[in-house]
């Protein structure tokens, strides 16, 4: 069993910032990855980022390239999406999932899900 804990989310102008923080806890020790997702009102889930333990690769969407980073702090169990230049079109439920599996962007690979962060950009 997975436990998750994420925060960070609200409201901000465009153009504005935001950390997402993602820990985990429970029966990780052999996970491979873990993922940042995100749903939009009426939209599907995609993905967003993810980050791999074994080597520290990172992975984006084409569209937050140069705005979105995650990092790990392995010593806090935590995963961050640092968030910048936010615009309307981030406006989502954001979501980190794990799992036994190397990086990828499709949700349909993880089986480990967070309860989710509500983000809103908005003037």
């Known amino acids: 069993q997975v436990q998750f804990v994420e925060s960070g989310g609200g409201l901000v102008q465009p153009g504005g910032s935001l950390r997402l923080s993602c820990t985990t806890s429970g029966f990780t020790w052999d996970f491979y990855s873990i993922a940042w997702f995100r749903q939009a009102p009426g939209k599907e889930r995609e993905g967003v980022s993810c980050f791999q333990f074994s080597d520290d690769s990172t992975y984006y969407r084409d569209s937050v390239k140069g705005r979105f980073t995650i990092s790990r702090d392995k010593t806090k169990n935590t995963v961050y999406l640092q968030m910048t230049s936010l615009t309307p079109e981030d406006t989502a439920v954001y979501y980190c999932?794990?799992?036994?599996?190397?990086?990828?962007?499709?949700?349909?690979?993880?089986?480990?899900w967070g309860q989710g962060t509500q983000v809103t950009v908005s003037s």
């Open positions: 999932a794990t799992d036994r599996i190397p990086c990828t962007l499709f949700d349909g690979s993880f089986d480990y």
